[in-house]
T-cell receptor, first 115, second 114 residues
């Protein structure tokens, strides 16, 4: 069965510290992988995506993620966190059926940033 | 260029009632997907519409139905509301919904069922 696991429900970091959010997926074929961010009262914004090729993907707002097939992981990283990064982060896999995709999301990781 | 818009922003209904949520896709997009996000959980796929037809569906009962209009806007209808239907309902649009297409999300409609 296709699934996404985000092991950390809540993470707190200090402003300026580095960040890594974990994501593990279960999918039979080569996955399409996404990271989205959701701020209170807003919809989901795409941070980055992996389809194929280079396993280190750069995204917006200084985020990057690394696809590791052997570990079925797609962890999100940022070298220096800003207070404005406080939000909920969702990892998702694009499940393809008949050529059309739907997104399967993890439960999310809520990030708090201390000044 | 307007992004994905949804209405209303918030809605309060009672058990057994029916509700209709609306979504206008991003300009140039013809595919609309609907997701349900319960409190503290990630979004779950409800269904996807393309060319006014439901193209694929998630694991939701028939109480959840939808419609897509010729201008690509879409409605989500939920009949016989249950307390468990309380959630944020997200609409996402894409160019074709094919594998790899980016989905753009609206701000959502917060539905509360009392």
């Amino acid at each position: 069965a296709q699934s996404v696991t985000q092991p950390d429900i809540h993470i707190t970091v200090s402003e300026g510290a580095s960040l890594e959010l974990r994501c593990n997926y279960s999918y039979g074929a080569t996955p399409y992988l996404f990271w989205y961010v959701q701020s209170p009262g807003q919809g989901l914004q795409l941070l980055l995506k992996y389809f194929s090729g280079d396993t280190l993907v750069q995204g917006i707002k200084g985020f990057e993620a690394e696809f590791k097939r052997s570990q079925s992981s797609f962890n999100l990283r940022k070298p220096s966190v800003h207070w404005s990064d406080a939000a909920e982060y969702f990892c998702a896999v694009g499940a393809v059926s008949g050529g059309y995709n739907k997104l399967i999301f993890g439960a999310g990781t809520r990030l708090a940033v201390h000044p | 260029d307007a992004g994905v818009t949804q209405s209303p922003t918030h809605l309060i209904k009672t058990r057994g009632q029916q509700v209709t949520l609306r979504c206008s896709p991003k300009s140039g997009h013809d595919t609309v997907s609907w997701y349900q996000q319960a409190l503290g959980q990630g979004p779950q796929f409800i269904f996807q519409y393309y060319e006014e037809e439901e193209r694929q569906r998630g694991n939701f009962p028939d109480r959840f139905s939808g419609h897509q209009f010729p201008n690509y806007s879409s409605e989500l209808n939920v009949n016989a509301l249950l307390l468990g239907d309380s959630a944020l309902y997200l609409c996402a649009s894409s160019r074709s919904g094919r594998a790899g297409d980016e989905q753009f999300f609206g701000p959502g409609t917060r539905l509360t069922v009392l």
